[in-house]
């Protein structure tokens, strides 16, 4: 089993950045960031593989937003740039034990408590 803690959520104004962080218990194949907005399903951001470092993003995201790892920390980060409104929600940090690098939720074994981002106008 592994644990998965997220924080760096918080409100800031369109055109700001924020930066998540998922600490991990263990280590895993591959981790992803997913989000969900009021109203909507699950959507996958970004994925990362930890051996190889390949990354993966969503066309929404990318160009604004950067998935990266600590290796030493068993951390994965997500910095977020240029942020709008349409990037409200919670987010979700998730770990595949089988998955090189995923961006469907149910290639994912583990899931953190998500962290909440505001974008404000």
């Known amino acids: 089993q592994v644990q998965l803690v997220e924080s760096g959520g918080d409100l800031v104004q369109a055109g700001g950045s924020l930066r998540l962080s998922c600490a991990a218990s263990?280590?895993?194949?591959?981790m992803g960031w997913f989000r969900q907005a009021p109203g909507k399903e699950r959507e996958f951001v970004a994925a990362?593989?930890?051996?190889?470092?390949?990354?993966r993003y969503s066309d929404s995201v990318k160009g604004r937003f950067t998935i990266s790892r600590d290796n030493a920390k068993n951390t994965v980060y997500l910095q977020m740039n240029s942020l709008n409104p349409e990037d409200t929600a919670v987010y979700y940090c998730?770990?595949?034990?089988?998955?090189?690098?995923?961006?469907?939720?149910?290639?994912?074994?583990?899931w953190g408590q998500g962290t909440q981002v505001t974008v404000s106008l």
């Open positions: 998730a770990a595949s034990q089988r998955s090189p690098i995923a961006t469907i939720a149910h290639l994912y074994d583990y």
């Open positions: 263990g280590r895993t194949v591959s």
């Open positions: 990362i593989n930890w051996s190889s470092g390949a990354t």
